[in-house]
Structures are given as structure tokens and as C-alpha cells.
């Protein structure tokens, strides 16, 4: 009986040990997104850090089973993929409907839509292990009602009626660029993250684009370019 018992204690203290650090965790992340969220003009009811609170830890525990972004601290996920995808949220009006393409984790789209209610999107992931993860975050934040994820290449999906298309972590997105760019609508705003290089390829496709520099960050950008209308190749 005895070893049993200390057996069976061992296994609760490890597993009091994992909630323990799980809820350490995540109290380093909301404390993170409420001191930092000001420096990325972004503004957190108690409801969308919960939201987001529960979208970090669900991340984390999918993360141990499948690559959705690389290991790093609470604070850094806060500020790096958390507060830098809300940044997208003052280029989005009201009702904005979104697409994203490659979405991998969910980032930039699932945590706008867990902090804007109105936003509707199509997330677009190759991935059926990554489409899963996604369709499981969507439930588990409770915005799978303005959301949908379609487990495909993007070049294979029909075009949608959007007025907007982001791009985070597509591989090789670089390459895939013109291909993109070709697919989304005529008159769609495209919303890419990326490093500076990527304001070269944009202007070798014959488009402008604004390039706006994340807070804490010297080299990445989320780069704005307009209707494809107004931003015709230049010839």
C-alpha cells in the first residue's frame, strides 16, 4: 500500500505542478497585454484579455503536439504575436469581412476577432492538423459563429467576397506573393506582415504600399497595400 500511495502522490504533485505553471503562465500574459497594450494604440476590456487569455492557453497546449509558432516566453507572445496582430484592428471598419491566408495558429485573425465582436473571416490553412487546432480555437473563444476555416491551398479556393486578405506566416510567402496577390479581389485591401524586404518585392510586383513599423521593433512591418484599383501594377 505504501508505495502505491506514494506513487499516486508523486503523480498529483506533477500534475498540481503543470496547473500551477499553466496558471503562472497565463497570468504573466494578461498582465503583459494589459501594461503594453497602450504602446500598440490597442484598448483590452477584462472580457477580450479572458477571451485572449483562453486562446494563449489552448495554443500552448496544441503547441506541444504541433508546431504552430516557435517557443517563447508569455510576455513575449503577448507583445510579439498577440498585441502586433491587434495593430491590423485600425485598418479593419466597422464589420470588416477578412481573410487570412495560411493561418497556421490563428494569428492575426482569432485574437481580432475575440477583441472586435463585428469582424467576420475565412481562415484559409493547407494544414489538416493546423485546421483542426483552429476550428478548436474558434469554439473553445466563442467566435466560431463569425468564423469559418477551410483546409485547403488557397490557389485551390474560390475566391471570396472580402474586403480584406492578411498574411502572416505563409510559407514561402515571398514566393507565393504574386500568386496572392492575383487571388484576392479586385478591390480588397492585402494586410501583410513581413520584414522590410518585403516593401522590395511588393514594388517589383508594380504596387505601392505603406509600411507600418511594429512597436517594440526595429524590422518587422505590417505592410498596407490599397484596392487593387487604386494600386494598379505600374506598366
Not at 108 to 113: G, K, Q, R
Not at 198 to 226: C, D, H, N
Amino acid at each position: 500500500m505504501g508505495p502505491r500511495m506514494s506513487l499516486a502522490s508523486h503523480v498529483v504533485s506533477q500534475t498540481d505542478k503543470a496547473e500551477m505553471n499553466t496558471t503562472t503562465q497565463t497570468n504573466k500574459f494578461r498582465e503583459t497585454l494589459a501594461a503594453e497594450a497602450s504602446a500598440y494604440d490597442v484598448t483590452l476590456t477584462l472580457e477580450a484579455i479572458a477571451g485572449l487569455s483562453r486562446y494563449y492557453e489552448l495554443l500552448s497546449l496544441w503547441n506541444s503536439r504541433i508546431h504552430l509558432v516557435a517557443p517563447c516566453s508569455a510576455e513575449e507572445f503577448a507583445t510579439r504575436h498577440v498585441l502586433e496582430s491587434l495593430v491590423l484592428l485600425k485598418h479593419l471598419p466597422l464589420a470588416a469581412n477578412i481573410a487570412e491566408v495560411g493561418a497556421g495558429g490563428g494569428l492575426p485573425i482569432v485574437p481580432c476577432l475575440i477583441v472586435r465582436s463585428d469582424l467576420r473571416a475565412i481562415l484559409i490553412e493547407s494544414s489538416q492538423k493546423k485546421a483542426v487546432f483552429l476550428r478548436e480555437a474558434l469554439t473553445h473563444t466563442g467566435v466560431s459563429s463569425r468564423a469559418s476555416v477551410i483546409n485547403e491551398r488557397f490557389e485551390n479556393v474560390a475566391t471570396p467576397s472580402i474586403g480584406f486578405v492578411t498574411c502572416r506566416a505563409l510559407e514561402r510567402f515571398e514566393e507565393l506573393l504574386p500568386s496572392l496577390i492575383a487571388w484576392a479581389p479586385v478591390n480588397s485591401t492585402l494586410l501583410f506582415f513581413g520584414a522590410k524586404r518585403l516593401e522590395t518585392r511588393i514594388e517589383a510586383l508594380g504596387f505601392t504600399s505603406t509600411a507600418q513599423l511594429m512597436p517594440r521593433s526595429k524590422g518587422r512591418f505590417l505592410f498596407i497595400v490599397g484596392s487593387r484599383e487604386e494600386t494598379k501594377p505600374i506598366r
